[in-house]
Structures are given as structure tokens and as C-alpha cells.
């Protein structure tokens, strides 16, 4: 496995994470550590584990064994709502919004998930009503505030999802497929955001399949293939790796 030169900190880590379903081994014995600060891909063929990884270090799901680390707190198996807590943010390969509410309510929702049922009544925290605003407006949909999100575009909710992962201020950011079924122009938007927020001292993991995104983004990527990582480094050094080039190409 290719490793980078220099010494980063590490601001998530897994050691021997497994988890299976029936009789199929989705995640390996994973050991991963990705980087704080930087902007870290995790890729792999389809079928390799991404997500089902993403899900057991958010607390979407249990492992069967091994760790997850964050900042050096052990925090497996915890809930997700203390997996955001404690500085974790993420969003889903198949957004997740309310479709029936407006954009700026879906936002008020994600910074409090079970305060729902105040939302649809009308009690707003004005504070929170600002911020929504600000990050409706630093995405660039400010202006469809009012819209129902299911009257909005799939690349405007990937958007609008973001925003609601920033009402909870999470230092490390974990995007799945964040540019999958959206258009090259929102592709470009969602691609300056994360290095805006990165710049801004924020992590951020993505599970992406679109490799000129991914070669142009990432700082350090970490290449999965049957539930295990089989590479990392650099764009430049993962894409030249023959354990990569095999597990995608077969060759």
C-alpha cells in the first residue's frame, strides 16, 4: 500500500472495522486514518464498502468489530446524534430532505432533527432563522428560500442538504457522492464550497465516483476494494497504483 511522505495529523480513524450482512463481509478489517484539515476521497469500485463504512462511523449502523476514533475519542458505536455532537456532519448518497417543506424550514429542522413537530407550528429561534439564511445564501439558494423542496432541482437539494450539515457547524464534513446526479455547473459549485470550508479550517471525507472531481479535489485519497483499503496517498501516486488500476480495471 502507498502511503504519503510527510506526517499528517489524523482526524478519523478505524482499526479492523468489520461489518457483515448474512453471509457478505462489507467491510473488511478495515484501518483507515484520514487526514485533519485536508480534503480526503474515499473511492472504490461499486460494491467495495464506501457507504456501508460511512454508516458505521456515523452511527447509522452498528459494526461488528474494530473502532472508530475521532480526535482521539473512541466513538464507536455511537448513536448519530451524538456522532454529529461530537463534531462529525455528513450527508447521504440519496438526499435526504423534507420534500414538503420549505427550503429554509428543512434547514431549521437539520439544527434541531426532533424539534419537527415546533417547526411545522411556527417556533422559530430567530438566531437560527439568521443562520439559515446565511448558509441558504453562502450555497447559493437563498433565493428559493420559500420553494418546497421537492420543487426544487436534485443539484439545489444536494445544496440545500449541505446547508443543513453546516447549521450544525461540524468541524469534519463527510459528503457521499455529493456530485451524483447533479449538473457540471452545480458539480463546480459544490467543488469551490469545499474549498472554501476547507480553507476555512474545516476536514472533509467524500465518497465520490467521479474521478475528475475526486484527482482535482482531494488532497489524500484512500482507495477501497472489498471492504478494505488497497491504497492511499496522493491523486497522483493512487492513480498510477496497480492494486487501484486492478480493482478497477481489472488489468
Wanted: aromatic share 4%; glycine share 10%.
Amino acid at each position: 500500500m502507498t502511503t504519503p511522505a510527510h506526517s499528517p495529523t489524523h482526524s478519523l480513524t478505524t482499526e479492523g472495522l468489520t461489518k457483515s450482512f448474512g453471509g457478505v463481509r462489507a467491510i473488511d478489517g478495515a484501518s483507515v486514518a484520514f487526514h485533519e484539515g485536508e480534503i480526503n476521497a474515499l473511492i472504490g469500485p461499486n460494491g467495495s464498502g464506501k457507504t456501508t463504512f460511512f454508516n458505521c462511523v456515523t452511527g447509522m449502523i452498528r459494526p461488528d468489530a474494530g473502532t472508530v476514533s475521532y480526535q482521539d475519542r473512541d466513538v464507536t458505536g455511537l448513536p448519530p446524534h451524538r456522532i454529529a455532537r461530537s463534531g462529525i456532519g455528513r450527508s447521504f448518497q440519496l438526499c435526504r430532505v423534507f420534500p414538503r417543506l420549505t427550503v429554509l424550514e428543512n434547514v431549521l429542522v437539520a439544527v434541531q432533527p426532533h424539534g419537527l413537530l415546533q417547526r411545522l407550528r411556527g417556533s422559530r429561534n430567530p438566531a437560527d432563522v439568521g443562520r439559515a439564511r446565511e448558509l441558504l445564501a453562502r450555497v447559493g439558494i437563498d433565493h428559493l428560500e420559500h420553494a418546497e423542496a421537492r420543487d426544487i432541482s436534485y443539484g439545489q437539494q444536494k445544496l440545500l442538504e449541505l446547508a443543513g450539515v453546516l447549521m450544525g457547524d461540524p468541524h469534519t464534513i463527510m459528503l457521499d457522492e455529493p456530485a451524483g446526479g447533479v449538473n457540471p455547473a452545480l458539480v463546480d459549485r459544490i467543488a469551490d464550497l469545499v474549498r472554501e470550508l476547507n480553507a476555512e479550517g474545516r476536514t472533509f471525507i467524500i465518497v465520490e465516483h467521479n474521478m475528475e472531481l475526486v484527482m482535482g479535489l482531494s488532497d489524500h485519497v484512500v482507495v477501497f476494494d472489498r471492504g478494505r483499503p488497497i491504497a492511499q496517498g496522493t491523486p497522483a501516486v493512487v492513480q498510477d497504483d496497480p492494486l487501484v488500476l486492478e480493482a478497477y480495471l481489472g488489468v
